[in-house]
């Protein structure tokens, strides 16, 4: 069995990994802005811009997705909860905990929710 406060530990520093590669994209992304004059710079380098762009955002929504993943279990910490899957309330396997503490779904429940997003 899983040792909740171990994976709380874990959480809390991956938590805080994130927040700071959140910051650090941000602050480099105020940079580039300065430098360019403007989120889009000269024309030409326009292109590889708005990719770049692309690609920072599409970081920033992943960041903080798996943010709001952790800050969820956390509450469910909180709340006493922690362990159990958020839609059947089944113990989630301690094995999957163990490989993913932000999860807040069961194998079954995840499964089954990845076989309906299809
Ligand atoms: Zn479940």
Redesign the pocket.
Known sequence: MAEFSELLKRLKAERKRLLQELEQMQSSQRELERRAGGPFGERGEEASQVLELEKRLDMEKRLKKALAEIDHVLEKYDAGTYGL?D??G?PIEPARLEALPQAS??L??KARQTRDAR
């Open positions: 899957c839609s059947c089944n779904l069961c079954s429940c």
